[in-house]
């Protein structure tokens, strides 16, 4: 734990304040959530790394513009949520998505309207909470490997499933949540992890040498009429 506070401290110290503290902070608090999830180390510090250095190149580009447009990402997939005034804003976001070498596909689902106020931002955090809560009490359903997104009532899932009947259960929680608009899940199902194959052990063949041929037994002798 000593170690591992200590390199937080010289991160921190390293990196000039701003975006690129907080994404080291929390590529640090990926490592730790990781042993949880189905998901490797390098995994959880990549999507980490990514969603917080495209946030925090939205923010530098505009706070006015950007600032409540939300990103997540999960196994290389980012989404961004959210909203923004301006249809040219929409199609720069994602643009912005794009420049991260460790984004492998972008999901915009960025709405353009007017800001909803701090009551609908409430609203949606609550539902969001509301989501987990169900996902966390499902029994078929292993909560930690889902990140939960909610804009104006619709409901983004993101992470992964281990079989397809989980991917369904986890929709159909967040559906009977109540203030629930919509659900959008782009949840995909984990391939199973090939195993090596068990070595196989074959004995090698036994040998039996064939005994060599006996000449001159008694009863030979006999039949061929030959005396010692």
């Known amino acids: 734990m000593m170690t591992l506070r200590l390199a937080a401290a010289a991160l921190l110290l390293a990196m000039p304040l701003g975006g690129c503290a907080v994404a080291a902070v929390g590529a640090l608090g990926a490592v730790g959530l990781?042993?949880?999830q189905d998901k490797t180390l390098g995994e959880a510090v990549d999507d980490t790394?990514?969603?917080g250095e495209i946030k925090a190149k939205l923010l530098?580009?505009?706070i006015n513009r950007f600032g409540q447009v939300d990103v997540e990402v999960n196994g290389?997939?980012?989404?961004?949520?959210g909203r923004v005034d301006d249809p040219t804003d929409r199609v720069e976001a994602e643009g912005i998505a794009w420049t991260s070498t460790r984004a492998h596909d972008v999901a915009n689902e960025i709405k353009?309207?007017?800001a909803g106020g701090f009551i609908a931002n409430v609203s949606d955090e609550v539902i969001s909470g509301r989501v987990r809560a169900r996902l966390i009490g499902s029994s078929t359903v292993k909560s930690?490997?889902?990140n939960i997104e909610t804009y104006d009532r619709v409901v983004y899932l993101m992470g992964t499933a281990r079989t397809a009947d989980e991917l369904k259960r986890a929709a159909h929680?967040?559906?009977?949540?109540?203030g629930v608009k919509q659900v959008v899940s782009y949840v995909r199902i984990r391939e199973p992890i090939e195993r090596p194959a068990?070595?196989?052990t074959q004995a090698a063949p036994s040998y039996n040498p064939t005994p060599n041929p006996t000449y001159g037994t008694e009863t030979d002798a006999e039949l061929l009429g030959v005396n010692y």
Do not use: C, D, K, W
Request: proline letters at 7%; zero cysteines.
């Open 198 to 200: 068990e070595p196989t």
């Open 76 to 81: 290389g997939l980012v989404l961004l949520s």
């Open 112 to 114: 353009i309207e007017p």
């Open 173 to 178: 929680e967040a559906s009977v949540v109540g």
């Open 144 to 146: 930690l490997n889902y």
């Open 49 to 51: 790394t990514t969603s």
């Open 60 to 62: 530098s580009e505009s």
């Open 34 to 36: 990781a042993a949880a």
